[in-house]
């Protein structure tokens, strides 16, 4: 599976394979690695890799008729140019093409475009979609981040309180989050609405800032201990060192007419806990 490696002028380290234009790793300059990825992962052909940032494109779960989570996260990206930049900064440009096998079972013309930029302690992923075709496009995107924590019981999440979402282990659809801070009991899947400030993962160690812009959802997700155990290439006790909170347009589609283009990012910011 080929593998593209990114080091920043201060250390900054990213690793991305084509399949899927995966972010499998990211290491800040100085630190440690900060995307958890399952050693029971399937690198193969056609298969998703649990963990790191999957693309989710063009439907996000079962929410639609196709594969789950669409098929930009199992298919073959072009790599544009991955370079260190005059500033010190790397960075990777992929891009993902419509084709004889995406147009069999989503009959549109796009191209979509995934950015990796790694600097010091921050990681910026910017992902476009433009409509190439006659007709007018919509799809759901995720950026489906996999973060590496040191255990479940000690993270939590700010940012989300006065936040209405679904909740899709009850299927509740319009859930109000009073607390101003998450914590994690048991299997967590919701989908927030109306993301309009920084959402920050809270562990004794660091604290991870994301801020998204272009996205209007964000999606927070562990399996739990049950779950866990049903997913195959997620290692016994993995639900434990990971949470997803992902950047996502998922409740409102997008809708871009002939020509249109779209954009969304997140960006990550780790600031270690002094003392």
């Not at 063009?58 to 989570?69: C, I, M, R, T, V």
């Not at 930049?85 to 096998?101: C, K, M, P």
């Not at 989300?160 to 101003?180: K, P, S």
Request: charged share 20%; glycine share 8%; net charge negative.
């Amino acid at each position: 599976m080929n593998k593209v490696l990114l080091e920043s002028r201060d250390g900054a380290r990213a690793e991305i394979t084509q399949h899927g234009a995966h972010l499998c790793s990211w290491i800040p300059s100085g630190g440690v690695e900060q995307l958890f990825l399952s050693d029971a992962s399937e690198f193969r052909e056609g298969a998703a890799i649990r963990g790191g940032v999957p693309i989710v494109f063009p439907q996000f779960s079962n929410l639609g008729p196709l594969p789950k989570h669409g098929f930009a996260r199992t298919a073959y990206w072009q790599l544009v140019r991955a370079e260190q930049l005059s500033e010190g900064a790397a960075q990777a440009i992929f891009t993902l093409q419509d084709d004889v096998s995406s147009r069999s079972i989503w009959p549109h013309a796009f191209r979509a475009e995934f950015t990796i930029t790694v600097e010091k302690d921050s990681l910026q992923m910017d992902f476009s979609v433009s409509n190439l075709g006659e007709m007018e496009l919509h799809f759901q995107a995720a950026l489906h981040t996999y973060f590496r924590i040191g255990a479940l019981e000690d993270t939590r999440i700010a940012g989300l309180g006065g936040l209405h979402y679904h909740d899709t282990v009850t299927d509740d659809r319009n859930r109000y989050q009073e607390e101003a801070i998450l914590e994690f009991q048991g299997e967590t899947d919701r989908i927030y609405a109306d993301i309009s400030s920084d959402l920050k993962i809270l562990q004794p160690h660091q604290t991870v800032i994301v801020r998204q812009t272009g996205f209007e959802d964000a999606v927070v997700w562990n399996p739990g201990a049950r779950k866990g155990a049903e997913l195959k290439d997620l290692e016994t006790d993995g639900y434990r060192y990971m949470v997803c909170v992902e950047a996502a347009q998922i409740l409102k589609p997008i809708h871009l007419a002939p020509g249109q283009s779209w954009v969304g990012s997140q960006c990550l910011t780790v600031v270690p806990t002094l003392g």
